[in-house]
């Protein structure tokens, strides 16, 4: 027989459940769609994606699932997942880098997503599968690895702001504050999840 408490226990683990099902990156990338030559935005909006060379970057603790679900858009000419754990999605190359601190692999992740936005001509499309956690797993900077994770652990230690403390990380990198896009001559679809309130997209990889 249940007691108020199993039922209390029960409610609880609904709600969890609805709400991690609600914030599921899965549940994002299932209102867009590739239907013949374009890709189906939330809004009715195509992209298209036939007869032009179309790179896709995968960057964020939820870049796995992303990427899974962006696989079938492609081929692509060139794509990459960079995640804090492995995850094998055909037709990626994938890189496991530090999260919540940058580690070696975040500088080759983030000298790979340069390089692929430097590749992508005006006639070209970039899709970033962007997620929480971007900031720590790619960086392009020219200061010591051991500085830049000295100077993380300090920001997240400190009672700075999400919004304080990407300030200071997009001066510091070629790759933030809109360094990729900087990078990039062609056409960027940008797909976000974004785990900063009030969904401030402009801090998502600190910009």
Avoid: Y
Avoid at 43 to 50: N, P
Avoid at 71 to 99: R, Y
Avoid at 126 to 141: P, Q, V
């Amino acid at each position: 027989m249940k007691t108020w408490t199993d039922e209390a226990r029960d409610h609880v683990r609904l709600i969890l459940q609805a709400i991690l099902s609600d914030a599921s990156p899965q549940k994002l990338m299932r209102t867009l769609r590739r239907e013949a030559d374009d890709i189906i935005l939330p809004d009715g909006a195509r992209v298209r994606v036939a007869g032009r060379a179309v790179r896709c970057i995968a960057v964020g603790k939820a870049a796995g699932g992303m990427a899974a679900h962006a696989q079938p858009w492609g081929p692509f000419t060139e794509a990459l997942v960079i995640a804090p754990h492995e995850v094998d999605i055909p037709g990626f190359d994938a890189i496991v880098a530090g999260h919540p601190l940058p580690d070696p692999a975040s500088f080759v992740a983030g000298a790979r997503m340069l390089a692929l936005a430097r590749a992508t001509r005006p006639e070209d499309l970039l899709i970033l599968l962007l997620s929480g956690g971007a900031s720590a797993l790619a960086e392009a900077t020219p200061i010591p690895l051991d500085d830049i994770r000295r100077l993380h652990q300090m920001l997240l230690h400190a009672s700075a702001n999400i919004a304080e403390v990407n300030t200071v990380r997009r001066h510091l990198s070629n790759l933030k504050g809109g360094g990729l896009a900087l990078a990039c001559k062609g056409e960027i679809l940008v797909i976000a999840i974004s785990d900063v309130e009030p969904d401030d997209i402009a801090s998502l990889g600190s910009g």
